[in-house]
Structure formats: C-alpha cells, structure tokens
C-alpha cells in the first residue's frame, strides 16, 4: 500500500512568486493534516480537512496560504505571494477515521524562499 | 495554547544502553499520545501511541504515562547506531489534531 506522498519534494523560488505544494493521502483515509516545520522550531499544524472539508484551519498564518482538496482526495496548499519567512518543510499526514489516532506522514516538500 | 515540550538534547549513549526520552504536555484534555521517529531528511515515522496510564512494551521501545504528571517517555533498550534520530513527541486531544514537541537528538555511539 502506497503512503502519503508530497510533491515535489524541494522547492526553491522567489519572494513573491507563488508556489503550490501536493499531497496525496493514504488511499482511504478522510483525514488530512497540513503542518510546518521552520528552522529550530516544532512541527506545527496548519490545517486539518475531513474528506473535501476544512475541519480546522486555525493554524494557517495568514491569507496568503490556501489550502484546497477538492473531491476528498489529493490537497493542495498554495503560498502566494511567497514571502521568506515562509521558508521551512512542508508536511502532510493522514488518518483513516474518527477511531483510528494515528497519523502517518508524507515526506514533506523542503520549501527555500529567496 | 496547548505546548508539547521536550528537551532538544542532544542525548547522548552507548551503544547497548538504556536511551530515556522524556516530555511534557500542558493540556489536561490530552487523550493520545505518541512517540515519532524522524531521520534527518526523512519524514516523521510513527513508533509509538499510548492511550492509557502505565507502560506499554513493544519489542525494545515502551512508552511511559502519566496523566496526573502530565508526563509520557520512551525507554530505547539495547540502543542502537540506527536509532540515532530525532524522536518527535506528540499529543492529542478529541480533535485527533497531534501538536508536536520540538524533538529531541538522540546519538547512539558504537
């Protein structure tokens, strides 16, 4: 069975420019995270989708990040216009259901804003 | 604001010793906790989920909690070069959402 899985895995472009980034969950499972790691800093969340719908998005920092996963599958989450502070690694989880805690994580996207 | 707090190391032992990594947690609420495992470059792989007060084995890893406490660790036996790794502790509430710890270095030395 295939994991989650990011795409692409490293991203460089310039302050200003728009990037987006793609996951593809666990096939089968409803529940999809967004999360961040910055330099030196923890994993934190971003946003939480439950089949197409947004759950909790309390974590996004600001308008300039949009996440979508239309039909309950893949998700994309778009940074636009890319400031450098939003430099950092990029992650995606999954989980099957309401029973189930355990989240399984994609590779991440190394996203570099110059 | 829930926080997730663990100790950045880096922890350092022996090969064949007892590898101890400990964190805490602030939100009462917490129902589930878990121990990932991240290699530099990697992404985060779970290890470990306790739900319960107590000890909960599985082959040289057992995960440690205590709610009163607001305390949960994991043991590494018989520590191995391959376990050398950032061990990324998380916890959650009803919500499922896992708020993560910052992580700590573990060095296993031959």
């Known amino acids: 069975e295939a994991g989650v899985t990011q795409f692409p895995s490293h991203s460089v472009i310039e302050k200003g420019q728009t990037v987006t980034l793609r996951c593809d969950p666990i096939?089968?499972?409803?529940?999809l995270y967004w999360y961040r790691r910055v330099m030196g800093k923890e994993i934190k969340f971003l946003l939480h989708?439950?089949?197409?719908?947004?759950?909790?998005e309390s974590g996004m920092p600001n308008n300039r990040f949009l996440a979508e996963r239309t039909g309950g599958t893949y998700s994309t989450l778009k940074v636009q216009p890319a400031e450098l502070e939003d430099s950092g690694v990029y992650f995606c989880?999954?989980?099957?259901?309401?029973?189930?805690?355990?989240?399984?994580f994609g590779q991440g996207t190394r996203l570099t804003v110059v | 604001q829930k926080e997730v707090e663990q100790n950045s190391g880096p922890l350092s032992v022996p090969e064949g010793a007892i590898a101890s990594l400990n964190c805490t947690y602030s939100?009462?609420?917490?129902?589930?906790f878990f121990w990932y495992r991240q290699y530099s470059g990697k992404s985060p792989e779970l290890i470990m989920f306790?739900?319960?007060?107590g000890d909960k084995e599985d082959g040289r890893f057992t995960a440690q909690l205590n709610k009163a406490s607001q305390y949960v660790s994991l043991l590494i036996r018989d520590s191995q070069p391959s376990d050398s790794a950032t061990y990324l502790c998380?916890?959650?509430?009803?919500?499922?959402?896992?708020?993560f710890g910052r992580g700590t270095s573990l060095i296993v030395h031959p």
């Open positions: 306790i739900y319960s007060n």
């Open positions: 998380a916890v959650s509430g009803g919500s499922y959402i896992p708020t």
């Open positions: 989880a999954s989980r099957p259901d309401r029973t189930t805690a355990e989240a399984f």
């Open positions: 096939s089968g499972h409803d529940n």
């Open positions: 939100d009462r609420g917490s129902q589930s």
């Open positions: 989708f439950v089949k197409e719908s947004k759950q909790d």
